[in-house]
């Protein structure tokens, strides 16, 4: 029987079987999948090969190979690494300007783990609701500035995409259009949103939301496990997932990190050596560009950051 995991709870796996019907099942220790170095073999999106035994459990025996996957670290100090989720047509960021605030340094990583996988990007704003009006221009700068590199964006207030009658908003429209027929993981720090917008699309509540800590303006990572629900007007799914805190791309080289900032790639080409990492070599166009505006300050700031990381991880 093959089946698409629809989620992990750590110990078992949910698996929504061709049949149409959601098992569970449970993975033989020794599974392990080449080359990838995880903390378990298979993930959300994941299509697996189920064989039921005859005292009625299930079993993961095999895993169809993966059109992609998204990846984060465990630890800082680890080296082993979660998949959130695979198998995915988008990735949806939800970013809040506040309560809680998302750096641009996280947005610009996960857009550059998304570009090192491959995986078209998207971000949603939320809690718009929130904003004053000095953070309503932030949100326009930072919608111009992503919008420009090829990123689209959204505004939304989940907690109004309908009414109070919970009929449909303009907004829920223009959202579930991007959504359609899509499997696309939500991703975010914890506290964002995820969970309320995903409750928001199905009219109904499908999971459990928790408030901001009003003490550290923080969620408080009320979801636990990444879990993945069928649209109801479409063919697509969404992934709902724990709020991440760090985002760490794994086995980037250092070469590589300018690869995955659009912009900063551009630019590199004009750079005078073909290996500068724009970090003050002679005759960098890249630093120009950030000179004289052509590049955000914010994205070569991130850009730095996670060059950083990669000198770090060598003497991990
Ligand atoms: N004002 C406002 N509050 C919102 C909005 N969307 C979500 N919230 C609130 O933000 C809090 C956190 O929402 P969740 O949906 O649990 O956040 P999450 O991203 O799923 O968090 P984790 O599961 O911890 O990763 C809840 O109290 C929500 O009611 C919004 O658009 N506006
Ligand atoms: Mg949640
Ligand atoms: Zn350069």
Redesign the pocket.
């Known amino acids: 029987m093959i089946g698409l995991i629809i989620k992990s709870t750590g110990s078992s796996y949910w698996v929504h079987t061709d049949e149409g019907k959601d098992i569970e099942c449970h993975v033989k220790g020794n599974m392990r999948i080449r080359g990838i170095r995880t903390t378990s073999p298979v993930a959300v999106g994941d299509y697996v090969s189920v064989e039921q035994q005859a005292d009625g459990t299930s079993w993961i025996t095999d895993i169809e190979p993966r059109k992609n996957y998204i990846i984060r670290r465990s630890t800082n100090l680890s080296k082993e690494s979660h998949i959130l989720a695979c198998n995915l047509d988008q990735v949806a960021l939800?970013v809040t300007i506040r309560?809680p605030e998302t750096s641009t340094t996280f947005i610009d990583r996960f857009l550059a783990t998304a570009e090192a996988y491959r995986v078209p990007a998207m971000l949603i704003f939320?809690?718009?609701?929130?904003l004053t009006e000095e953070e309503q221009n932030t949100l326009s700068e930072l919608r111009s500035l992503y919008e420009a590199l090829g990123y689209p964006t959204l505004a939304?207030?989940?907690?109004?995409l309908r009414d109070a009658k919970g009929s449909e908003s303009p907004a829920y429209h223009i959202l579930s259009e991007a959504l359609a027929d899509k499997v696309t993981l939500l991703a975010?720090?914890?506290?964002?949103?995820?969970?309320?917008?995903?409750?928001a699309i199905f009219g109904e509540e499908k999971?459990?939301?928790?408030?901001?800590s009003s003490a550290h303006d923080k969620?408080?990572?009320?979801?636990?496990f990444s879990e993945m629900y069928p649209l109801p007007d479409s063919s697509g799914w969404l992934i709902?997932?724990?709020?991440?805190k760090g985002f760490g791309a794994v086995k980037m080289e250092k070469e590589e990190v300018g690869h995955y900032f659009r912009e900063i790639f551009q630019s590199a080409r004009n750079c005078r050596y073909g290996n500068c990492l724009h970090t003050g070599e002679p005759g960098c166009a890249v630093e120009q560009d950030v000179v004289n505006g052509k590049i955000a300050a914010s994205r070569f700031e991130s850009y730095l950051s996670l060059l950083g990381d990669c000198e770090e991880s060598k003497y991990r």
């Open positions: 939800i309560h939320n809690k718009v609701d929130l939304i207030c989940a907690c109004q975010g720090n914890s506290g964002v949103g995820k969970s309320t917008l995903l409750n999971t459990r939301t928790g408030a901001i969620g408080m990572h009320t979801t636990t709902d997932t724990p709020g991440i």
